[in-house]
């Protein structure tokens, strides 16, 4: 039957019409999630060349549009300043957006915040958890910076020495994979950082500390994995 051919040809048009489309757009997508990068890091590097009042507006307009990257670096120049006027407030609202979105580089920020008092009271659980939230994602500088965190002995978080070892294990890990620090990242929290606080860790444990750590931890009925 020539109808039924022609609505198959007719069918099968549409779906491939269809199929350029979708293919059309998501290569669209792409180029534009590309340029807005690009956009990005031309507005950082003209923030951090003095040129602060130009960057401002795309920096701005990106964040605004949802960007959570944009929003990191709109907190990191409202924080710094450099000819641009601080607002810390507005600084932490733009963090704390970005992390909502999920962004490990906005979780570190906000512990560094915490775990050094810039700006806030300082609160080394809070830290903890912004360090937490980017390390379970396996970002270097998130795993980095929990595994430091804990070889301290902050109030609050106390000191964990053997999960400080794994944290720093898996930051050196990370690093070696993907060795290019984020320009955002907190000075002194990439995880460029994680062989050397490793080395300085494994000088103070032992097998029997680890061990004996262990059996504290272990109650009746709990698994015993060896």
Do not use: C
């Not at 293919?23 to 990005?40: C, I, N, S, T, Y």
């Not at 964040?63 to 710094?80: C, I, P, Q, T």
């Not at 990370?174 to 620090?181: G, L, S, T």
């Amino acid at each position: 039957d020539w109808k039924w051919h022609l609505r198959q040809t007719q069918a099968t048009e549409r779906a491939a019409r269809a199929q350029n489309d979708a293919l059309a757009a998501q290569v669209g997508a792409e180029r534009a999630r590309l340029d807005g990068a690009q956009q990005l890091a031309d507005a950082e590097r003209q923030w951090r060349h003095n040129q602060g009042p130009q960057a401002l507006p795309t920096v701005q307009a990106m964040a605004n549009d949802g960007n959570a990257r944009a929003m990191v670096l709109l907190s990191a120049m409202l924080s710094e300043g450099r000819d641009i006027p601080k607002d810390h407030a507005q600084a932490m609202d733009w963090l704390r957006k970005a992390a909502a979105q999920g962004s490990a580089l906005a979780w570190v920020r906000l512990g560094t915040i915490y775990e050094k008092g810039l700006g806030e009271p300082r609160q080394p659980s809070l830290a903890e958890n912004g360090y937490l939230k980017a390390a379970r994602q396996g970002d270097p500088s998130g795993l980095y910076s929990l595994g430091l965190l804990y070889t301290q002995n902050l109030e609050g978080v106390g000191q964990r020495p053997v999960a400080a070892y794994m944290l720093l294990t898996l930051a050196t890990r990370a690093h070696e994979a993907h060795p290019q620090d984020d320009s955002l990242t907190p000075h002194n929290h990439t995880a460029f950082w994680a062989p050397g606080a490793l080395r300085r860790l494994a000088t103070t444990m032992a097998v029997a500390d680890v061990a004996e750590r262990g059996a504290d931890a272990w109650r009746p009925g709990m698994p015993l994995e060896f």
